[in-house]
């Protein structure tokens, strides 16, 4: 039995929907009218998550913003993987920035 709170639904499978009355996920986001967004919002010198895994004993993807650094980080299988600075610096494999693009490793740039 669907339970509501004004806009937000909880279906009998575990399922929520915000802005919709038959969510298609585990949590479905749904503007009809407009875009639609989602606010991860904490307190100075922390920073917020999206983690994605299959349980907590093995590898996860995880995408992280760290406020009081200001770089948006990317994991894959636990490790960071790749980070943007607030100057817009892309780093891979590499967590210091040495020029605007930093690899740790070999490239390929093919054209």
Known sequence: MPKFLDDIIVDGGSKVGIGTTSPAKLLHIDNPSGSS?????????YGSEILFRTNPASGQGWLLYDYSANVMAFGVNGTEAMRIDSSQR??????????????NGNIDIRG
């Open 90 to 103: 892309v780093g891979i494999g590499h967590t210091t920035f040495y020029q605007k693009f930093t690899v």
């Open 37 to 45: 967004a989602m606010l991860l919002e904490g307190a100075g010198g």
